[in-house]
């Protein structure tokens, strides 16, 4: 079984550019997660679907980021502008709320 | 809010030695209590997990013991290998709380032949 994909693995781009971040969850798994490490300190919460519907954004920063997950599959967030205290990794996770599978994470630098 | 607070880094261990990494939390509903670990270069995996008190979680031998009255999960290792060497996070889901997981901060652990 497939697990948790992410694309890009790394971004490198300047301050004021836009980028967006791909997650492919688990095939059938309805609950989809995304978090994010900024400069080694703990992982943050950032949104949770449940299929397509937005369950929880408590934790997405501002509206610089959107989040959007077509047809309750694979899910994208978007940086638009991306500021230098954007950088960080962005983590994926789907499953369940006593066992998430993660991803790899997509490493993004704003230079 | 809840929280969980766990012991700074970088640790430094030399192959064998015995580990043990500190892990205490604040919740305000029943939460289920977790150790996630990044090995260099790969993603998030869960190493072991408790759901309620007194349950003991273990994997690749180590294990972590969730004490309600200490409000703690701390992570142990008899014997430690270079193998594993990498960042482990203490972390919890209440689920009410809409199933996010609240990590801590991260402890890098390093071993060294």
């Known amino acids: 079984e497939a697990g948790v994909t992410q694309f890009p693995s790394h971004s490198v781009i300047e301050k004021g550019q836009t980028v967006t971040l791909r997650c492919d969850p688990i095939?059938?798994?309805?609950?989809l997660y995304w978090y994010r490490r900024v400069m080694g300190k703990e992982i943050k919460f950032l949104l949770h679907?449940?299929?397509?519907?937005?369950?929880?954004e408590s934790g997405m920063p501002n509206n610089r980021f959107l989040a959007e997950r077509t047809g309750g599959t694979y899910s994208t967030l978007k940086v638009q502008p991306a500021e230098l205290e954007d950088s960080g990794v962005y983590f994926c996770a789907t499953g369940f709320y006593n066992e998430q599978f993660f991803g790899p994470g997509t490493r993004l630098t704003v230079l | 809010g809840d929280s969980v607070t766990q012991m700074e880094g970088p640790v430094t261990l030399s192959e064998e030695a015995f580990l043990t990494i500190n892990c205490t939390y604040t919740?305000?509903?029943?939460?289920?209590l977790f150790w996630y670990v990044q090995y260099p270069g790969e993603g998030l995996q869960l190493l072991l997990k408790?759901?309620?008190?007194?349950d003991k979680g273990s994997n690749k031998g180590f294990e972590a013991t969730y004490r309600k009255e200490t409000t703690s999960f701390h992570l142990e290792k008899g014997s430690v290998q270079v193998s594993d060497s990498a960042v482990y996070f203490c972390?919890?889901?209440?689920?009410?709380?809409?199933?996010?997981?609240?990590f801590g901060s991260g402890t890098r652990l390093s071993i060294r032949p």
């Open positions: 972390a919890l889901t209440i689920y009410s709380s809409a199933s996010k997981i609240i």
């Open positions: 408790a759901t309620k008190a007194d």
């Open positions: 095939s059938g798994h309805d609950n």
């Open positions: 919740a305000t509903g029943y939460p289920s």
């Open positions: 679907f449940v299929k397509e519907s937005k369950q929880d």
